[in-house]
């Protein structure tokens, strides 16, 4: 299902500012993947992404981030392949988890989607939606970049924050295999 239809005032909003380029505002859908909610409110929380970088850009595919710091809470991933029903599709401007291939391994990195990517609907933790700044993501997307689509320039997320719109959110739960 498209990110459009869980759009709702209540949800979870995170303001993501990026150095040189600008603003990106995301909308967290806690009744698609709640774990994958609560990790990524946790990490903004604590200001886990702040100063961390967009490591790797495919233009037409996504724009991923997050990787950097010490993260030792992997988490259960939330998509039908791994025996968790997320319709969420990964559809342009959707956020989703980053992981290993191991089903179970996401932690802090995320990406965002650039364009549709139906393969990878049921295989990753799809947890939100750009709701301003798509703009943004279409700048670093076509950033320069060397052969391994790391940027020859450093895309640096300046700050990143939440507004809980009132609401709690529980810890993120950790994979104990």
Same mark, same amino acid.
């Given at each position: 299902? !498209?990110?459009?239809?869980?759009?709702?005032?209540?949800?979870?909003?995170?303001?993501?500012? /990026?150095?040189?380029?600008?603003?990106?505002?995301?909308?967290?859908?806690?009744? +698609? $993947?709640?774990?994958?909610? =609560?990790?990524?409110?946790?990490?903004?929380?604590?200001?886990?992404?702040?100063?961390?970088?967009?490591?790797?850009? *495919?233009?037409?595919?996504?724009?991923?981030?997050?990787?950097?710091?010490? !993260?030792?809470?992997?988490?259960?991933?939330?998509?039908?392949?791994?025996?968790?029903?997320?319709?969420? /599709?990964?559809? #342009?401007?959707?956020? !989703?988890?980053?992981?290993?291939?191991?089903?179970?391994?996401?932690?802090?990195?995320?990406? /965002?989607?650039?364009?549709? =990517?139906?393969?990878?609907?049921? $295989?990753?933790?799809?947890?939100?939606? +750009?709701?301003?700044?798509?703009? +943004?993501?279409?700048?670093?997307?076509?950033?320069?970049?060397?052969? #391994?689509?790391?940027?020859?320039?450093?895309? *640096? /997320?300046?700050?990143?924050?939440?507004?809980?719109?009132?609401?709690?959110?529980? $810890?993120?739960?950790?994979?104990?295999?």
């Amino acid at each position: 299902m !498209s990110y459009q239809n869980y759009l709702n005032q209540d949800n979870p909003r995170v303001t993501m500012v /990026i150095k040189d380029l600008g603003t990106i505002k995301l909308e967290l859908f806690y009744d +698609v $993947a709640p774990n994958s909610v =609560s990790n990524f409110i946790h990490l903004v929380q604590k200001k886990y992404y702040d100063g961390l970088n967009f490591h790797r850009i *495919i233009p037409g595919f996504m724009i991923q981030g997050g990787w950097g710091k010490d !993260s030792s809470c992997p988490i259960k991933g939330e998509f039908k392949s791994n025996g968790f029903d997320n319709p969420l /599709i990964h559809f #342009r401007g959707v956020i !989703s988890m980053a992981r290993t291939n191991d089903p179970n391994s996401a932690t802090s990195q995320f990406f /965002i989607m650039h364009q549709n =990517s139906p393969h990878l609907d049921g $295989a990753y933790a799809a947890f939100g939606g +750009v709701v301003e700044g798509m703009e +943004v993501v279409d700048k670093i997307a076509v950033s320069p970049k060397d052969f #391994r689509d790391k940027p020859f320039k450093d895309i *640096i /997320i300046e700050k990143m924050t939440v507004d809980l719109m009132g609401k709690n959110y529980p $810890a993120p739960q950790c994979y104990k295999a």
